[in-house]
């Protein structure tokens, strides 16, 4: 530590006097670079492509106003996060936040609840991105592929970026995801100019267009959980050139991005199909993405398919980057094993993590998604991304309330510490207890008590080997920093 950083301690505004050493390719990525990791995570295209029916269904013509909303409610949400970004810049993000914030047993069940669940979104992310391609290119164009084997070869190009380095997939990721994005803009602007019965209108985001109330909160929390991904700027900040700069730009930058391509795309979307016929909008069999690029750039529905496909290995790529180096944090406090940190000696990523997780997200893509189904798979374990991200961010707005009131009190907001946790923490709340009441069908049915087989999981690990006597030491380090300056 420098004299600079014991005068900060000193004074109150820096709350991490002690370092620890990082192997990772530190100073990687700019700015850039760790907003498209947050965006990739996001998964634009996927999450309107295939949001837009429910959201109409529920919402009708107020579909936009739902994006809308939701993107304000996680702009909430991301506050207090954008403070712990700011002064802890660490790979193993949420633990680093909860343990310097609350204590280190929190902290741990935090950093596995979300080390583990978004190391599996790559197996539910790839059975449905096959699951597509396999329908897609069978239906329209007679490749008679199965979906596991796309499945498969998207998972293997993944561990390829994982494993040659952050550099590498961040140029994946920007070439990536600029397209896709790209695509669902283009889609839109072309419905605005080319509306079907209905024309060009705002009634969208008109208040009295919501049909009721219940239909509009329900499209919202499904939104809210389409912006999910913008926390994973905060993974690859031991790799970013400046990140306590970088990063809460980039949370913030994500979002901002985001919500504009979703409500701007939402509305496209909902003019080009025509405002007058929305309900075969909300019941179309076919993605309404693929029926409009087929309308409107005569039969393009190839190009959506491409964007929908790199949007799909984007999210598996950022997916595989935030789960690796959170477990590679927690594993360099000696709180998981210290195999997980081993780092390849010349393309400086967490070797042994990347393998690992690369393994069990093919194992259950391929053991699980081919008895109960790709689609099956997909809304399972997503759904249970919900009930995982609940309690992870609820301990998050804890942290910041706790950290910034005893360790930099002359940064505490009220608006930031108080107010948002507080907003944001009862919207949490009450998307859980809407989420399982009344208990949705099988096989969703499964994935609040996959969530708990999480929290167990992590409760076991806690307990049976790093609360034994000896082995207690990581909770010294689990709120310290990488010495990255």
């Known amino acids: 530590m420098t004299t600079s950083d014991a005068q900060r301690v000193t004074a109150g505004t820096d709350p991490a006097p002690n370092t620890i050493s990082t192997d990772l390719g530190t100073g990687s990525i700019g700015l850039g670079g760790a907003l498209m990791q947050a965006i990739a995570q996001i998964s634009p295209t996927l999450g309107i492509f295939y949001t837009i029916a429910f959201t109409t269904s529920q919402a009708g013509r107020a579909a936009p106003l739902t994006y809308l909303a939701a993107f304000l409610i996680c702009l909430v949400l991301a506050a207090p996060m954008v403070g712990l970004a700011r002064h802890l810049p660490s790979a193993g993000g949420f633990y680093t936040y909860v343990s310097a914030g609350i204590g280190p047993k929190s902290g ?10 978004v190391a599996i979104v790559p197996a539910a992310l790839a059975a449905f991105t096959g699951s597509v391609l396999e329908s897609e290119l069978s239906g329209k164009y007679g490749f008679g592929v199965p979906w596991w084997v796309y499945s498969a070869v998207i998972l293997v190009i993944c561990f390829a970026c994982a494993y040659r380095g952050i550099t590498i997939s961040v140029r994946f990721l920007v070439v990536m995801t600029c397209f896709e994005m790209v695509v669902g803009l283009g889609l839109a602007v072309t419905g605005l100019f080319s509306p079907g019965p209905g024309g060009v209108n705002v009634s969208g985001f008109n208040p009295t267009s919501i049909p009721s109330s219940s239909g509009f909160f329900l499209a919202v929390v499904l939104s809210i959980f389409a912006f999910t991904g ?3 700027a905060a993974a690859v900040g031991e790799e970013s050139r400046d990140p306590k700069r970088i990063i809460p730009k980039a949370i ?16 496209g979307l909902q003019i080009g199909w025509g405002t007058d016929k929305l309900d075969s909008l909300a019941t179309s069999a076919t993605a309404p993405a693929f029926v409009l690029s087929d309308r409107l750039w005569a039969g393009g529905s190839i190009i959506v398919l491409i964007a929908l496909v790199n949007s799909g290995l984007g999210v598996c790529i950022a997916c595989t980057t935030s789960a690796t180096r959170t477990l590679y944090g927690i594993a360099r406090t000696d709180a998981l094993p210290k195999a ?16 690992l997780q690369s393994a069990v997200a093919l194992i259950i ?18 759904t249970t991304g919900t009930f995982v991200y609940i309690p992870i961010f609820i301990m998050m707005n804890i942290a910041a309330f706790l950290f910034f009131r005893k360790r930099v009190p002359g940064e505490f907001s009220i608006w930031a510490h108080v107010i948002a946790p507080i907003i944001s923490t009862a919207a949490l709340i009450l998307i859980g207890y809407n989420s399982i009441v009344p208990l949705p069908a099988s096989p969703i049915l499964f994935a609040p008590f996959i969530a708990a087989a999480y929290v167990i999981s992590g409760l076991v690990i806690l307990f049976a080997r790093n609360l034994r006597p000896g082995k207690r030491g990581w909770m010294e380090h689990a709120g310290e920093l990488p010495d990255i300056d």
């Open 230 to 232: 913008f926390e994973s």
């Open 252 to 267: 913030i930058g994500s979002l901002i991005l985001i919500g504009v391509f979703y409500v701007v795309t939402a509305w």
């Open 340 to 355: 997980l940190t081993i780092v390849h000696e010349k393309y400086r990523t967490p070797l042994v993590a990347v393998v």
């Open 365 to 382: 893509c391929l053991g699980v998604g081919i008895p109960l189904g790709p689609v099956n798979l997909f809304n399972m374990l997503g």
């Open 108 to 117: 741990f069940i935090v950093g596995w609840l979300y080390g583990l669940s």
